[in-house]
């Protein structure tokens, strides 16, 4: 039980769908991260929030959309993706956004058909 | 930029000892973690080093050289549930976030 939980876990979703990811941390944490992992490819950082403000947009393209309502959860909005979004998005907590110890939760995999 | 490099796969054997090296370029380096991944499952923090030297925690050490930007995780005793992926993690103070290596698939065989 890593504190971090996800829903849903697994997720099959058409281009033209909407739908969103939720994270939730039980740890008291103050930051949160989303990041996606291909297959066979390292993790890459998404987004971050610390006390629920966006401190890092990584690039993202705009058919991702992050929301952080308060320090416990996390969502990642869905709208419009490719193919090539299929991956494993996981949500990770840390006690600050300087915190070397990152904990994950079991992550959603994504299927956009 | 950013990088990290580390082994792409380790093959060894039950109850071995293997080590998983890890360079890295990084401005503003505070520190290296380790985390392991099994298959399907979500990564695990394993250990940190911020100070050079070695850092033991059970089976796993882990050990930093700030001056050679290198730093290794260290499996002893390998038993055939170490068998998944290691990433190692540069923290950066300046951005504040962590760089995560490509990960490095160990196999263990009986």
């Known amino acids: 039980e890593t504190g971090v939980t996800q829903t849903p876990r697994h997720l099959v979703m058409g281009m033209t769908n909407k739908k969103s990811l939720k994270c939730e941390q039980h740890?008291?944490?103050?930051?949160m991260y989303w990041y996606k992992q291909s297959a066979k490819k390292p993790l890459e950082l998404m987004f971050v929030?610390?006390?629920?403000?966006?401190?890092e947009n990584n690039s993202v393209p705009s058919r991702f959309s992050p929301e952080c309502p308060n320090s416990s959860h996390l969502f990642l909005h869905l709208h419009t993706l490719q193919p090539e979004d299929s991956a494993l998005y996981l949500c990770?907590?840390?006690?600050?956004?300087?915190?070397?110890?990152?904990?994950f939760g079991p992550g959603t995999r994504l299927t956009v058909t | 930029g950013q990088s990290l490099e580390q082994p792409s796969e380790v093959t060894a054997v039950e109850g071995a000892i293997v080590q998983i090296n890890c360079t890295y370029q990084?401005?503003?380096?505070?520190?290296l973690s380790w985390y392991q991944q099994h298959d399907g499952g979500a990564p695990t923090f394993l250990s940190y080093?911020?100070?050079?030297g070695l850092e033991e925690t059970g089976r796993f050490s882990s050990f930093l050289s700030r001056s050679d930007s290198y730093g290794y995780l260290l499996l002893q005793e390998l038993q055939m549930k170490d068998s998944a992926s290691y990433f190692c993690?540069?923290?950066?103070?300046?951005?504040?976030?962590?760089?995560f290596g490509d990960g490095t698939t160990l196999t263990v065989k009986p």
């Open positions: 990770a907590s840390s006690s600050r956004t300087d915190s070397y110890e990152q904990y």
């Open positions: 740890l008291g944490h103050n930051a």
């Open positions: 929030y610390n006390f629920k403000e966006q401190t």
């Open positions: 990084t401005s503003g380096f505070y520190g």
């Open positions: 080093n911020a100070l050079d």
């Open positions: 993690a540069a923290y950066n103070t300046n951005a504040g976030k962590s760089t």
